[in-house]
């Protein structure tokens, strides 16, 4: 399993991406405390992954650090950073019906954005799923670190390397 870097200080705009998004009524934001539960259940059933501890971690974070993805007040994508560990992107997912629409990109973006707001220089994305390492390096020009331990992930129970 490998993380992955990604240099904040060269990543794109979310500016125009969003604004595309908002003409189909899709809207961007950062998630709020009444929302939980419906974005904790969202991320344990929205992928192939069960997300919601993650998510519970972020709303842990004050101010929340959760970015979710609505249309016609419909919960469609989230995406969590400063979950696991500090300085760590992840986990995040759109509905299946949803996707390459661009909603991830700008979930993603914001997110990465609000990382350096906090001050970061380079932000991990943390155990990305193989099916989307491509996605990360397409939208920022992520590089996989070279490691083959579980890296932070290693303490897990169901891993216990
Ligand atoms: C990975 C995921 C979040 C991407 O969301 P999405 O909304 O489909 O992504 P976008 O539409 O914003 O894609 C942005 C760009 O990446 C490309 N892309 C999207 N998914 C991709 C993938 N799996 N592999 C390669 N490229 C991908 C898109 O074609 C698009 O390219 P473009 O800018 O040239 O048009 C989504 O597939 C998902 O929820 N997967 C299941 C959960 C998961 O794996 N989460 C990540 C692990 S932490």
């Not at 009444?34 to 842990?60: G, H, L, M, Q, W």
């Not at 970015?67 to 300085?87: D, P, S, W």
Request: charged share 30%; proline share 3%; hydrophobic share 40%.
């Amino acid at each position: 399993m490998a993380d992955m870097l990604v240099k904040l200080y060269n990543i794109p705009c979310s500016h125009d991406i969003e604004e595309n998004l908002s003409k189909s009524g899709i809207r961007i934001k950062k998630a709020l405390a009444p929302d939980r539960s419906k974005i904790i259940t969202f991320a344990r059933t929205c992928a192939k992954d069960d997300y919601s501890d993650e998510v519970r971690a972020a709303f842990a974070n004050n101010p929340v650090t959760c970015y979710i993805a609505t249309r016609e007040k419909e919960l469609i994508g989230f995406a969590c950073y400063e979950a696991t560990a500090r300085n760590f992107f992840g986990p995040m997912a759109v509905l299946e019906s949803e996707r390459r629409k661009g909603i991830g990109k700008a979930l993603l973006l914001k997110s990465l954005e609000s990382m350096q707001e906090l001050g970061y220089a380079y932000a991990i994305i943390g155990w990305p799923a193989k099916s989307a390492v491509d996605f990360y390096k397409k939208c920022v020009d992520a590089i996989l670190i070279d490691e083959k331990s579980s890296g932070v992930y290693k303490r897990m129970i169901e891993i216990d390397e």
